[in-house]
Nanobody
């Protein structure tokens, strides 16, 4: 089993910054993609940003130029640095890892528990 633990959410004023972290533990052979998703009340969960094992990144258009995703492979951790936050960024943020637990196993996706980010106007 693999566990993901998120931290760093909170309340911030518009224009402010926050940094989210998500660390994985458990049976981990390798981690392919890491990503952040978010879900606001009454909406579907949406992709925010992803980063591959090679460091390639993708961002939702709504966060390009404001958010930065990064990873520390030695710590099995992904970060999301959020700058110039807007009220519409308010949501529960979830991390997602694609993990191989052993040389012989396939990949499985795991989710964090979610962390609330609230941006006040």
């Amino acid at each position: 089993q693999v566990q993901l633990v998120e931290s760093g959410g909170g309340l911030v004023q518009a224009g402010g910054s926050l940094r989210l972290s998500c660390a994985a533990s458990g049976y981990i052979f390798s981690i392919n993609a890491m990503g952040w998703y978010r879900q606001a009340p009454g909406t579907q969960r949406e992709l925010v940003a992803t980063i591959t094992s090679g460091g390639s990144t993708e961002y939702a258009d709504s966060v390009k130029g404001r958010f930065i995703i990064s990873r520390d492979n030695a710590k099995n951790t992904v970060y999301l640095t959020m700058n110039s936050l807007k009220p519409e960024d308010t949501a529960v943020y979830y991390c997602n890892f694609v993990v191989r637990s052993s040389w012989f196993s396939g990949e499985s996706a795991y989710w964090g528990q979610g962390t609330q980010v609230t941006v006040s106007s």
